[in-house]
């Protein structure tokens, strides 16, 4: 989803004094997702490795499940795919534009706007609730440093031997703004065998890998190769 080519180095705001640095930049990059709407969906509409990736997942876990999709964008198309599965789902993001798009498109789904970086423990967010997690996309607009407490976050929402599916662009980049769709984001990545490393630390056994070359249908979005991760829960 574009951390690919035409990258401009860390140039992260300074924190202003008195401000919860592990949430700077958190606003900015809500707005610019609520913003781009549905435009992402018509940017990336060829998700063969994502709805691959599901389908492992929903065929995997026990018929009519619960099951999370971190970062879960307009609920098209893994939401509605895993609702449609008979799963019972909890969709969370972090842009309210995006959250309501996903209601309005997968009315059988609930959803929470939330960071997942900083998840609120509880209903429907239960420790152990959750016998599959999908995050496709979405922990690559976390910086590195957050990647690996937010895994063993997933990794204590579910059940022993729960199963993630997750993708992430192949980058060596660590909070980095790029250009997407007419605003900025800033994202992360890595290279795949770290990748698969910090996965692996979090508790995760990798079951299986998958790799895409994907050409986003927009001339804003650069090329990228997509990695996708089949997990276990150890
Ligand atoms: C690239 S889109 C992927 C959407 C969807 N998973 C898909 O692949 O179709 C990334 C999504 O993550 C959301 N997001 C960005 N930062 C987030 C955060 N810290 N917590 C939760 N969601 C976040 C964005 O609002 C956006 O909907």
């Known amino acids: 989803?574009?951390?690919?080519?035409?990258?401009?180095?860390?140039?992260?705001?300074?924190?202003?004094?008195?401000?919860?640095?592990?949430?700077?930049?958190?606003?900015?990059?809500?707005a610019a997702f609520d913003a781009i709407g549905d435009r992402y969906d018509e940017a990336f509409p060829h998700k063969e490795g994502q709805l691959a990736a599901a389908e492992w997942l929903a065929a995997a876990v026990p018929p009519g499940s619960r099951v999370l999709d971190l970062g879960c964008g307009t609920g098209l198309p893994t939401a509605a795919q895993l609702a449609d599965a008979g799963l019972r789902v909890v969709g969370v993001d972090l842009s309210?534009?995006?959250?309501?798009?996903?209601?309005?498109?997968?009315?059988?789904?609930?959803?929470?706007?939330?960071?997942?970086?900083?998840?609120?423990?509880?209903?429907?967010?239960?420790?152990?609730?959750?016998?599959?997690?999908?995050?496709?996309?979405?922990?690559?607009?976390?910086?590195?440093?957050?990647?690996?407490?937010?895994l063993r976050a997933v990794y204590d929402l579910l059940e022993p031997g729960g199963l993630l599916a997750l993708s992430m662009v192949e980058a060596d980049v660590d909070d980095v703004s790029i250009p997407f769709l007419g605003h900025t984001i800033r994202v992360s990545g890595y290279l795949r065998d770290e990748l698969r490393q910090v996965v692996t630390d979090a508790g995760f056994e990798v079951i299986e890998e998958d790799a895409y070359a994907y050409a986003p249908a927009s001339a804003d979005v650069p090329p990228e190769l997509q990695v996708f991760l089949r997990c276990r829960r150890g």
């Open 96 to 150: 309210t534009g995006m959250v309501g798009r996903a209601r309005a498109n997968v009315p059988k789904a609930e959803f929470v706007q939330a960071d997942i970086a900083d998840l609120p423990a509880g209903e429907p967010l239960t420790r152990g609730g959750f016998a599959g997690v999908t995050a496709f996309f979405s922990l690559l607009m976390l910086r590195r440093a957050e990647i690996p407490t937010t």
């Open 1 to 30: 989803m574009g951390t690919g080519g035409d990258e401009r180095e860390g140039t992260a705001p300074d924190t202003p004094d008195g401000a919860d640095d592990r949430l700077w930049g958190r606003a900015e990059q809500a």
